[in-house]
């Protein structure tokens, strides 16, 4: 424990993109509290980095709520929180069960609100940088993507509505909107050559995402010396939210 350097709470901390942001929070000495719903590549990745964990459902506040009242007590601060929890659902909204449709929501949407909630009770003092990922396809119209882009949508509102209220307090809260990133969530999406090709030609940069190209976006979010911005969302995502490719 370094109580001179930075805290941060790392929420979906064993996923493809959430471990990415973990190590570099770690390379860069920060103090880490790293939070997940699965235990043993929870305490895996915690060994590996020498933080603290606690394993922890987001969907659930108090569970939340624990956490950063952990790593105030552990560290006397909250420098900063991340929201890497996230699932992807494509379907035509008549074909997504109302099951479906709320378990999207609540994967996505509440635990970035929980995120938000813990994050600023433990910020309210000292101020602080929440981040929250939200997707491209929040910000351009894709078939099939109705439940996971109305969830994703709902982040970026919840991200901008969250950094106007607590900004007296100096706390920024922004988003990152990734394009298709590879991960073990989204394996499934490129199970041959044809598919991997047709989602590589939807990127202007013509390549899919890496969870590091995602992760230091939002270290850099995080990052104090970034105290002037605050209620953005920065594609990360080869171009897809905002361009088409020739």
Request: charged share 15%; aromatic share 4%.
């Given at each position: 424990m370094n109580n001179s350097s930075p805290t941060y709470i790392v929420v979906g901390a064993t996923g493809g993109i959430g471990s990415a942001v973990s190590r570099l929070l770690s390379a860069s000495g920060s103090n880490l509290v790293l939070a997940a719903r699965t235990e043993q590549p929870l305490q895996s990745l915690a060994a590996d980095l020498g933080a603290v964990s606690r394993t922890v459902d987001a969907t659930d506040y108090p569970q939340l709520q624990e956490v950063a009242s952990f790593a105030r007590t552990e560290f006397g601060k909250i420098d900063g929180i991340v929201c890497c929890v996230g699932s992807i659902l494509l379907k035509p909204a008549h074909l997504t069960s109302d099951e479906e449709f709320d378990e999207t929501i609540t994967v996505n949407l509440r635990t970035a609100f929980n995120?938000?909630?813990?994050?600023?009770?433990?910020?309210?003092?000292t101020g602080g940088s929440i981040v929250l990922c939200s997707?491209?396809?929040?910000?351009?119209?894709?078939?099939?993507?109705?439940?996971?882009?109305?969830?994703?949508?709902?982040?970026?509102?919840?991200?901008?509505?969250?950094?106007?209220?607590?900004?007296?307090?100096?706390?920024?809260?922004?988003?990152?909107?990734?394009?298709?990133?590879?991960?073990?969530?989204?394996?499934?999406?490129?199970?041959?050559?044809?598919?991997?090709?047709?989602?590589?030609?939807?990127?202007?940069?013509?390549?899919?995402?890496?969870?590091?190209?995602?992760?230091?976006?939002?270290?850099?979010?995080?990052?104090?010396?970034?105290?002037?911005?605050?209620?953005?969302?920065?594609?990360?995502?080869?171009?897809?939210?905002?361009?088409?490719?020739?």
């Open positions: 995120t938000v909630k813990a994050g600023v009770r433990g910020m309210m003092s997707s491209a396809v929040a910000q351009t119209g894709l078939a099939n993507h109705e439940a996971i882009a109305a969830a994703k949508s709902g982040i970026i509102g919840l991200a901008r509505s969250a950094a106007a209220t607590y900004a007296p307090r100096n706390i920024r809260v922004n988003c990152v909107a990734p394009g298709l990133t590879q991960t073990r969530m989204t394996s499934g999406l490129f199970e041959n050559e044809a598919s991997l090709e047709a989602s590589k030609s939807m990127h202007a940069l013509g390549r899919l995402g890496q969870p590091d190209d995602i992760a230091s976006a939002i270290v850099w979010l995080l990052d104090p010396g970034n105290n002037w911005v605050t209620g953005q969302v920065i594609g990360v995502d080869g171009g897809l939210g905002q361009l088409r490719p020739r």
